[in-house]
């Protein structure tokens, strides 16, 4: 496609379901970011993958949070027994790998939890 | 840990007003500095950005100086316009383990009226 894409766009689901979100990059781009953005914390990086490793997962906030990448492509963020501070929007970016790569986001997926 | 610091908004100004909107970073070195903006109903988008002290990033009639004397990337529009209303995020890159996560200050809402 034309940028990222994300889904769903919107999620509401109750305290201790798991739920997966999903980012597709814009096709070529080798490096992939996750960022959540609340109220509390604004903007805060999450994880990165270069392919389909993550050489970085220090942003996580717990266990319970967790990412891949298969075929250098489409990535899933898996929350495990979610807890209404996860309440966020979660953005996905994806850039061509270099150190000065721009980062295009995709439209956010807004998780509610109830 | 590098950061970054920018000006709480809201911020309204009449059209064709003069727009500043602050931002400090402490940082290792001089990593590349960017500003994003966020559209109502919209994703993030990167602004503009400079790579490298005393650079000028441009995009839009914003401009933004990168100044390592004052440790400032200010965003600044001589003439703001109601299509300019948004939220502004400024940014530094953390090249940290090869990656490129980018640090995000908490937004400035800036409004602009007819």
């Known amino acids: 496609g034309a940028g990222v894409s994300q889904s769903p766009s919107n999620k509401v689901t109750e305290k201790g379901k798991d739920v997966e979100l999903r980012c597709d990059p814009i096709?070529?781009?080798?490096?992939l970011y996750w960022y959540r953005q609340s109220l509390g914390q604004g903007l805060e990086f999450l994880i990165y993958?270069?392919?389909?490793?993550?050489?970085?997962k220090s942003g996580l906030p717990s266990d319970r949070f967790s990412a891949e990448r298969t075929g250098g492509s489409v990535s899933t963020l898996t929350i495990q027994r979610t807890q209404q501070e996860d309440s966020a929007v979660y953005l996905c970016?994806?850039?061509?790998?270099?150190?000065?790569?721009?980062?295009?986001f995709g439209p956010g997926t807004r998780l509610l939890v109830l | 840990g590098d950061s970054v610091t920018q000006m709480e908004g809201p911020v309204t100004l009449s059209e064709e007003a003069f727009l500043t909107i602050n931002c400090t970073y402490t940082?290792?070195?001089?990593?590349?500095l960017f500003w994003y903006v966020q559209y109502p109903g919209e994703g993030l988008q990167l602004l503009l950005k400079?790579?490298?002290?005393?650079d000028k990033g441009s995009n839009k009639g914003f401009e933004a100086t990168y100044r390592k004397e004052t440790t400032s990337f200010h965003l600044e529009k001589g003439s703001v316009q109601v299509s300019d209303s948004a939220v502004y995020f400024c940014?530094?890159?953390?090249?940290?383990?090869?990656?490129?996560?980018?640090?995000f200050g908490t937004g400035t809402r800036l409004t602009v009226i007819p």
């Open positions: 400079a790579t490298k002290a005393d």
């Open positions: 970016a994806s850039s061509l790998g270099g150190l000065q790569e721009t980062q295009y």
């Open positions: 096709s070529g781009h080798t490096a």
């Open positions: 993958f270069q392919g389909n490793s993550a050489p970085d």
């Open positions: 940014a530094l890159s953390d090249h940290q383990g090869g990656a490129n996560n980018l640090f």
């Open positions: 940082a290792t070195g001089y990593p590349p």
